[in-house]
């Protein structure tokens, strides 16, 4: 890695703003990362810092990203407005990782894509993401991932802005609603 790509990297780990964001790059450069999955894409602006730091580290040939957005339906669901699918797919091709975006609230998406994405390394949830749709969505994620991959939240309860979910969590939110005795 040369001088520059040093810098680069520890500006990103610890001085980027938005400040939160440096708890996902330094998390991210914790172990290798190949396998990647962001819910909740936005703008793009953390994915394209995301996938080259991480190419940093592994040859981008070797990166896939996943992004599930609802892209075009963000306005319709009262979130802030991102970028269309065909933008977003023109806009993380250039960083010449392997790149699948999954349109669709955190549910469908996930339902969809269970059985096909597998081993994830890392998963990035955005806090705009909360509500019915993740919440029916944790049922799937346990498949998905690899045997040491974290899952990255955005919290506003805690000081950096996101945290790693712990594996007791991840048992909890994934388990299937009890039935009810009739």
């Known amino acids: ?65 996943f992004g599930v957005d609802l892209f075009e339906g963000r306005e319709l669901s009262g979130m802030e407005p991102g970028m269309s699918l065909k933008e977003m797919h023109r806009l993380l091709k250039a960083t010449g990782c392997r790149v699948q975006l999954i349109p669709g609230d955190p549910f469908a998406a996930l339902a969809r894509t269970a059985n096909t994405i597998q081993m994830l390394d890392l998963v990035v949830i955005n806090a705009e993401q909360q509500g019915d749709s993740l919440e029916r969505a944790w049922f799937y994620l346990p498949r998905m991932l690899a045997p040491t991959a974290r899952i990255i939240v955005e919290d506003a309860q805690v000081k950096e802005g996101f945290r790693i979910l712990s594996a007791a969590e991840l048992r909890e939110r994934s388990a299937p609603p009890r039935r009810r005795a009739a």
């Open 1 to 65: 890695m040369s001088l520059w790509s040093k810098v680069k990297r520890a500006w990103l780990v610890h001085v980027a703003k938005p400040v939160g964001e440096t708890f996902v790059y330094r998390a991210a450069c914790d172990r290798p990362v190949k396998r990647v999955m962001e819910i909740g894409v936005g703008t793009g602006e953390r994915t394209q810092k995301l996938i080259k730091l991480l190419s940093e580290m592994t040859p981008v040939a070797e990166l896939a990203y």
